[in-house]
């Protein structure tokens, strides 16, 4: 049996631009990706902490230590620029697998960088 588990999180990240006229997805920092095990592509869920609005987007690599996250397109609609949002990818494993994983949960500071 394969079950859902948390893959990766970014914990309470700034958005630095909401860009309505884009395709859609959310750009992220190259840091905060590598930091948090996430790659272009890759389907992530975005909770915003502000509003509580909850959306499905996928990650567009940002430029690397620029501290941006900007939610693109109609995602654009559900946050402002200073709203603070968790970022979430989830992975389908085995089950005893899954009991052994460790997600990977990273803590950027209100700038988002990584916390030393």
């Known amino acids: 049996m394969n079950i859902e588990v948390l893959k990766s999180k970014i914990h309470r990240a700034t958005v630095t631009e909401a860009n309505l006229n ?12 590598d ?4 790659i272009e592509n890759e389907k992530v869920q975005v909770l915003n902490v502000n509003n509580g609005e909850r ?13 941006v996250i900007c939610l693109n397109g109609p995602a654009a609609r559900k946050a402002a620029v200073g ?9 389908s494993m085995d089950f ?20 030393q």
């Open 22 to 33: 884009y395709v859609g997805s959310i750009t992220i920092d190259e840091t905060l990706m």
């Open 83 to 91: 709203d603070v949002v968790v970022v979430i990818s989830y992975a």
């Open 35 to 38: 930091a948090a095990n996430l």
């Open 55 to 67: 959306i499905e987007t996928y990650v567009i690599k940002g430029a690397k230590d620029t501290g």
């Open 96 to 115: 005893e697998e899954a009991k052994r994983f460790k997600p990977t949960i990273v803590f950027p500071n209100s700038q988002n960088k990584l916390k």
